[in-house]
């Protein structure tokens, strides 16, 4: 890179709806910033277009958050990005109203959420995996950085003063286990069902006891009806989401500010607390649902919908004609050997250390006593003085701000705090000129 290659405030690594939201907080601050104010950004994303979490967008299934909840609402009850102005935009404004409900189709928020990236489509770059991120000088302290990327052309770098990792949350699967034509993460589930290479599937298994394995099981046992939907986990039975009025404040921006300023097991306790308001948990109605059918046919003298609570899956092997798995009671130790069409686990994600791609920037990265990164209220990633360039994490920061970091409830506020401080720290030009070296 030379003298004339351009240096953005910040180039922000993923395009999910948390970085879809920086993008859009950023568009309205440079709308009535001064010119010598605004902000430089671009936003690197290895998918060929946006998509979010295609593989469950399973027909009326519904978000677990309000409308109200979208990208910008929160933070700017009058933009022209939320929810409410994407329905106009549509037409569908009176329809939504008329239907009367908080929690639309999850089909349709994504259909909001691309509406929303194509209004910002000039701030990002599809196509681009993002490899490394380098110090972009050698000499003093780093005030930019380089990130390297690459796509279909080769690959490509860009300098920064400031980074926005947005990368997502990393599917998980039990140890040993890999994906392929019979053996599905939820995130593959909606794909991976197209491409099923048994034109009658006669049983499914669906191990997981949350809101995606509910809705997995409940979608194919509405789809199939030639075929037994066997649902394993480890509780007794689908424990219900607590989205009662109180339980819902740990969602709040201000629960931000205190869970930030807690001492780690206070920390601790308000997560152990509030687990039942986000994992593991599914929505009352789709249990009562799910039951329901569950008991009209044993009435019928039928079963078609089996859920084995207290158990866990010890087997598992696939070949191309089947799944051959081995279902373990984990009250009495029996076992019980079942053939399967295909096996969806449903066992959530995991967050993945967001310095994976830092290489020796890492080091100028204060950690806590557990290994993880110390970050400041406005997401900003603790550093030391060899490191001057900001990074910020989208993600990754359940340990220091709460429960909503890998959330849609917090990234409007969210987004808005990190442009506030970005837009801070470019108005106070507060970087020292770095002296020549030669």
């Known amino acids: 890179m030379n003298a004339t290659t351009p240096v953005y405030d910040v180039v922000g690594v993923g395009f999910g709806p948390a970085n879809l939201a920086l993008a859009i907080a950023i568009e309205e601050y440079n709308e009535q910033a001064a010119p010598d104010e605004k902000l430089t950004a671009v936003f690197l994303e290895k998918q060929p277009s946006f998509g979010w979490h295609r593989g469950m967008l399973i027909p009326d299934a519904t978000m677990q958050v309000s409308f109200l909840k979208d990208l910008a609402t929160m933070r700017n009850p009058t933009s022209r990005f939320g929810f409410v102005p994407y329905l106009h935009d549509r037409g569908r404004l009176v329809d939504f109203i008329n239907h009367k409900v908080l929690f639309p189709t999850r089909e349709e928020f994504h259909d909001y959420l691309q509406w929303a990236a194509n209004g910002v489509d000039h701030m990002v770059l599809y196509g681009l995996e993002v490899t490394a991120i380098r110090a972009a000088t050698q000499a003093g302290p780093v005030v930019e950085v380089d990130v390297a990327a690459r796509g279909e052309a080769g690959p490509v770098t860009y300098r920064a003063r400031n980074l926005v990792l947005g990368t997502g949350l990393v599917p998980r699967l039990p140890e040993g286990v890999e994906s392929g034509e019979r053996l599905w993460h939820s995130s593959e589930f909606l794909h991976r069902l197209a491409a099923l290479p048994t034109e009658e599937p006669r049983r499914f298994v669906v191990a997981g006891a949350g809101q995606s394995a509910a809705e997995i099981a409940d979608h194919l046992h509405r789809t199939y009806e030639n075929a037994e939907v066997v649902a ?200 020292a000129p770095v002296a020549a070296h030669g």
Not at 333 to 351: I, M, N, R, S
Not at 420 to 431: F, P
Request: aromatic share 8%; glycine share 8%; hydrophobic share 30%.
């Open 232 to 431: 394993v986990h480890t509780r007794y039975g689908y424990s219900p989401a607590d989205d009662s009025p109180y339980a819902n404040r740990i969602f709040d921006p201000e629960a931000v500010d205190l869970y930030h300023g807690a001492d780690p097991d206070v920390r601790r306790q308000l997560m152990a607390y509030h687990r039942n308001t986000n994992y593991g948990v599914v929505d009352m109605d789709l249990i009562e649902e799910l039951y329901r059918r569950s008991y009209q046919e044993k009435v019928r003298g039928e079963r078609r919908l089996r859920i084995m609570g207290a158990s866990r899956l010890t087997s598992v092997e696939a070949d191309a004609d089947q799944v051959r798995v081995r279902v373990r009671n984990l009250a009495t130790g029996e076992t019980e050997d079942l053939t399967a069409d295909a096996v969806v686990y449903a066992t959530g994600y995991t967050e993945p250390d967001p310095a994976r791609l830092f290489g020796e920037l890492d080091g100028a990265c204060e950690r806590d006593e557990d290994g993880r990164l110390r970050v400041h209220r406005d997401y900003r990633v603790v550093t030391g003085p060899e490191l001057e360039a900001g990074v910020y994490l989208m993600g990754g920061t359940e340990h220091s701000h709460g429960i909503t970091a890998n959330l849609l409830s917090m990234a409007a506020v969210r987004a808005g705090e990190i442009c506030d401080s970005l837009a801070t720290g470019r108005r106070s030009d507060r970087r």
